[in-house]
Nanobody
Framework: QVQLVESGGGLVQAGESLRLSCAAH????????MGWFRQVRGKEREFVAV????????YYADSVRGRFTISREPAQNTVYLQMDSLKPEDTAVYYC????????????????????WGQGSQVTVSS
């Protein structure tokens, strides 16, 4: 059983930055894919960014590529999402996920593990 605990989020103006954190609490450690998805009320949850267990591979939605950076602590299942140049359309609840499945291509695509979500972090960007 794994518990995902998020921190960060808040209210900022367009162009500013925020950082989200997510720590996976589990009995034994093994490096695992982790990432972020976001949801606007009334819409489906969408992929934002994912990082592999080793930290070598990263995947980004086109809408955030170049503005958001996902990273992780070495030898820990703790990940960060640095969000720069935020836009009002980035406003959403951001959810941490563990063991998403990803494929790289013309567009990176990741599908979440629906059994493991963080509690959600509200990010609001005002114009």
């Amino acid at each position: 059983q794994v518990q995902l605990v998020e921190s960060g989020g808040g209210l900022v103006q367009a162009g500013e930055s925020l950082r989200l954190s997510c720590a996976a609490h589990e009995r034994t450690f093994s490096p695992r894919f982790m990432g972020w998805f976001r949801q606007v009320r009334g819409k489906e949850r969408e992929f934002v960014a994912v990082i592999s267990g080793t930290g070598i591979s990263t995947y980004y939605a086109d809408s955030v590529r170049g503005r958001f950076t996902i990273s992780r602590e070495p030898a820990q299942n703790t990940v960060y999402l640095q969000m720069d140049s935020l836009k009002p359309e980035d406003t959403a609840v951001y959810y941490c996920n563990i063991d998403p499945r990803c494929s790289a291509g013309p567009e990176d695509r990741c599908v979440p593990d629906e059994d493991h979500w963080g509690q959600g972090s509200q990010v609001t960007v005002s114009s």
